[in-house]
């Protein structure tokens, strides 16, 4: 690799530009609010706020998978958080989540309301108030956490690293593209070799674990977010393309994919969601348009 660079880095850092590329209106190096703005209240015992990010797909898939399954305490109201307007720097969200990230989630059925930040912590949360989609075993408990938190650990650099340097950037920097596509196929067959004798991540049983991956590496794969199929030849992964395939068919994953969604054909968007009927309501007004 030939590349060059004419940058040295000072002494100290300071804060003197936007970096650059996509999202550098939402980036800055302090915490806390820019703006007084409350947060919305709906009726129902959960209140999200939050956007169609992967990581916002994550918690909506959950609610609704919950919801599939009877568990009607799950019923929620989702509210959307323009990260490009700056919501999530509002006070009413900061109160929620300090960090200023999507989502934010606020049980309202706890007497005093409970906040939950981070997107793991939600599926923990609810997977445990509700006796769903974690294994009670201690075994296949301690073998879903492991692969929560590995998604965890793992997505900042499919998202904050390649998809940002491929995608987002402005410009292209080989060195930074090659470190951060040798890490995803790294993480793309760690993938694949697992799921080759497993339908789910936990084995034959669909958990939470299948939920927190799949709106990131699953959506890598069938969707090609990033527009990087080619690129990271994820056709090859055949054991991950099949997974990812059987967990887009559920239908609590595609209407949890939607909500809070602001881009795409907008058949596929919901942008506040506060009712199950929304989905068919939403379908509806397409078919008579």
């Not at 002494?11 to 820019?34: F, H, Q």
């Not at 999530?88 to 109160?95: A, K, L, T």
């Not at 090609?224 to 990271?232: C, N, Q, V």
């Not at 596929?268 to 009712?275: D, P, T």
Request: aromatic share 12%; net charge negative; hydrophobic share 35%.
């Amino acid at each position: 690799m030939n590349e060059t660079s004419n940058y040295t880095p000072p002494k100290v850092w300071t804060w003197d530009a936007e970096s650059g590329g996509r999202w550098a209106s939402i980036n800055r190096p302090i915490a806390g609010p820019t703006h007084e703005k409350p947060l919305p209240l709906g009726q129902h015992p959960i209140q999200l706020y939050s956007l169609g990010t992967p990581n916002g797909v994550k918690v909506t898939v959950m609610l609704e998978e919950l919801l599939a399954l009877g568990k009607s305490g799950a019923e929620y109201d989702a509210y959307l958080i323009d990260i490009s307007e700056g919501d999530q720097f509002g006070s009413g969200f900061v109160e929620v989540n300090p960090n200023s990230k999507i989502p934010a989630m606020l049980d309202q059925s706890t007497g005093s309301p409970t906040r939950i930040f981070e997107s793991g912590a939600m599926l923990l949360y609810l997977a445990e108030k509700f006796g769903a989609l974690l294994p009670a075993e201690p075994a296949g408990r301690a073998e879903c956490l492991s692969w929560l938190f590995w998604q965890m650990g793992s997505a900042p650099y499919l998202g904050g690293g390649f998809g940002h340097f491929y995608a987002y950037a402005p410009s292209k920097i080989e060195y930074c593209i090659d470190r951060y596509a040798m890490e995803v196929k790294r993480q793309l067959d760690v993938l694949d070799r697992h799921l080759a004798d497993k339908q789910y991540m936990c084995g034959d049983e669909y958990s939470i674990a299948d939920i927190a991956i799949w709106p990131w590496y699953g959506l890598l794969m069938v969707e090609g977010i990033y527009d990087a199929s080619e690129f990271l030849s994820t056709n090859s992964y055949i054991h991950l393309m099949r997974w990812a395939k059987k967990v887009a068919a559920r239908k609590a994953v595609q209407r949890g994919q939607m909500v809070n969604r602001t881009w795409g054909p907008e058949e596929g968007q919901l942008h506040e969601r506060h009712s199950g009927s929304d989905f068919e309501t939403r379908t509806q007004d397409k078919i008579e348009s």
